[in-house]
């Protein structure tokens, strides 16, 4: 199903075209019409950002706060960004934009027997490009319930395509302004058990007869704040066999709340601590559908997966996003991403981003 233009289900017709749909949104198209698990959902495509910005009347406004800043002047970068954000959130939304998207929601809400959290998800035009990774500048937001909060979740998706982070990141490399968009990926939330990524190749020396896997409890946002050291599983790529292991502390784990429809942290006993937090089974399952993952496009791949709970085993793993590694594979340093999580060896692109929650908010 397709609400032209505003509207692109993930299962839909149509094929991803990145300047509608964005790095992830056109990631989760492209997966999805290739046949491999992703949550169903719907991108809200850059058309319904640019007609919003059109009605608000503020795209002179962006541009004008965004001339000659200076990406070393952190104090006017936060203070435009504040800015920014501000003008976006405080706008309504066009009565068509808004119309199409809620027609969506309640169309995707209707594959279920019961109504079911969603995730939403920030997908900038300029992200996941061969040679700049935008992982960890714009914002997603989990486990949001009911047409009203999800729509309010949009806009603030939107805004931040102006996080200061964001901003500094495209002034240092030189990644203009003009053109630049977003849609924003609206799908169902998925109940991890486990979350982690995958590298199709090994981040730390190149290798790509190697995949990299990373893994712990429940969502991801402990590990990508540096408060649990997840498992770090290395596969061969040819045999699928494990030829490393490291088994992380994992002292704690983020779960759904379902009581006050949010997130709560808890202790890890220490028995689940000590061993892998994914089975042998498991492993070879994501690193098999790593694999796909590289074949479909054709270069190694940083993927984002996660065990839904709610699912029986051999059916429970999904994909929540496919980009490609640029560090390696493009030849740069690996300061170029940005800076390194201490807790792993993958810097920026490593975490789960899309399970990261910070109050209900992640960043994505």
Same mark, same amino acid.
């Given at each position: 199903?397709?609400?032209?233009?505003?509207?692109?289900?993930?299962?839909?017709?149509?094929?991803?075209?990145?300047?509608?749909?964005?790095?992830?949104?056109?990631?989760?198209?492209?997966?999805?019409?290739?046949?491999?698990?992703?949550?169903?959902?719907?991108?809200?495509?850059?058309?319904?950002?640019?007609?919003?910005?059109?009605?608000?009347?503020?795209?002179?406004?962006?541009?004008?706060?965004?001339?000659?800043?200076?990406?070393?002047?952190?104090?006017?970068?936060?203070?435009?960004?504040?800015?920014?954000?501000?003008?976006?959130?405080?706008?309504? /939304?066009?009565?068509?934009?808004?119309?199409?998207?809620?027609?969506?929601?309640?169309?995707?809400?209707?594959?279920?027997?019961?109504?079911?959290?969603?995730?939403?998800?920030?997908?900038?035009?300029?992200?996941?490009?061969?040679?700049?990774?935008?992982?960890?500048?714009?914002?997603?937001?989990?486990?949001?319930?009911?047409?009203?909060?999800?729509?309010? #979740?949009?806009?603030?998706?939107?805004?931040?395509?102006?996080?200061?982070?964001?901003?500094?990141?495209?002034?240092?490399?030189?990644?203009?302004?003009?053109?630049?968009?977003?849609?924003?990926?609206?799908?169902?939330?998925?109940?991890?058990?486990?979350?982690?990524?995958?590298?199709?190749?090994?981040?730390?020396?190149?290798?790509?007869?190697?995949?990299?896997?990373?893994?712990?409890?429940?969502?991801?946002?402990?590990? /990508?704040?540096?408060?649990?050291?997840?498992?770090?599983?290395?596969?061969?790529?040819?045999?699928?066999?494990?030829?490393?292991?490291?088994?992380?502390?994992?002292?704690?784990?983020?779960?759904?709340?379902?009581?006050?429809?949010?997130?709560?942290?808890?202790?890890?006993?220490?028995?689940?601590?000590?061993?892998?937090?994914?089975?042998?089974?498991?492993?070879?399952?994501?690193?098999?559908?790593?694999?796909?993952?590289?074949? #479909?496009?054709?270069?190694?791949?940083?993927?984002?997966?996660?065990?839904?709970?709610?699912?029986?085993?051999?059916?429970?793993?999904?994909?929540?996003?496919?980009?490609?590694?640029?560090? #390696?594979?493009?030849?740069?340093?690996?300061?170029?991403?940005?800076?390194?999580?201490?807790?792993?060896?993958?810097?920026?692109?490593?975490?789960?981003?899309?399970?990261?929650?910070?109050?209900?908010?992640?960043?994505?």
């Amino acid at each position: 199903m397709n609400i032209a233009p505003y509207i692109q289900f993930f299962d839909g017709a149509d094929q991803p075209r990145h300047d509608l749909l964005g790095g992830k949104c056109a990631s989760l198209v492209a997966l999805t019409q290739a046949g491999m698990p992703v949550p169903p959902g719907f991108a809200i495509t850059t058309a319904s950002y640019d007609a919003f910005i059109a009605a608000a009347g503020i795209e002179q406004d962006i541009h004008a706060l965004l001339a000659n800043l200076d990406a070393d002047d952190v104090a006017e970068v936060d203070r435009v960004s504040a800015q920014l954000r501000f003008e976006i959130e405080s706008r309504p /939304v066009p009565a068509d934009v808004r119309a199409d998207f809620v027609a969506a929601y309640h169309s995707l809400q209707a594959r279920f027997s019961e109504p079911v959290p969603v995730a939403v998800r920030s997908s900038a035009t300029a992200e996941d490009l061969p040679d700049a990774s935008f992982a960890g500048q714009q914002d997603t937001y989990l486990w949001l319930n009911g047409v009203d909060d999800v729509t309010e #979740h949009i806009r603030r998706c939107w805004a931040s395509l102006f996080t200061s982070r964001a901003i500094t990141y495209r002034l240092k490399n030189n990644i203009p302004n003009e053109g630049l968009s977003m849609a924003v990926a609206v799908q169902k939330m998925v109940n991890a058990r486990a979350a982690g990524v995958a590298i199709t190749m090994d981040p730390t020396t190149g290798d790509r007869s190697k995949i990299v896997v990373e893994a712990s409890y429940g969502l991801g946002e402990l590990v /990508v704040s540096g408060l649990v050291t997840p498992d770090n599983v290395t596969v061969d790529k040819i045999m699928l066999m494990v030829v490393k292991r490291v088994i992380g502390d994992k002292h704690a784990e983020l779960v759904p709340d379902p009581a006050n429809t949010g997130l709560v942290e808890l202790e890890v006993s220490v028995a689940r601590r000590a061993v892998l937090s994914i089975s042998e089974t498991e492993i070879t399952a994501i690193a098999t559908i790593a694999k796909k993952a590289e074949k #479909h496009f054709k270069c190694p791949q940083d993927i984002e997966w996660a065990l839904d709970r709610d699912l029986p085993d051999g059916q429970n793993l999904l994909l929540l996003q496919s980009r490609p590694e640029t560090v #390696h594979s493009s030849g740069t340093k690996a300061d170029a991403a940005g800076p390194a999580d201490s807790s792993t060896g993958f810097g920026i692109e490593s975490i789960t981003r899309s399970l990261l929650v910070q109050a209900g908010k992640a960043t994505d």
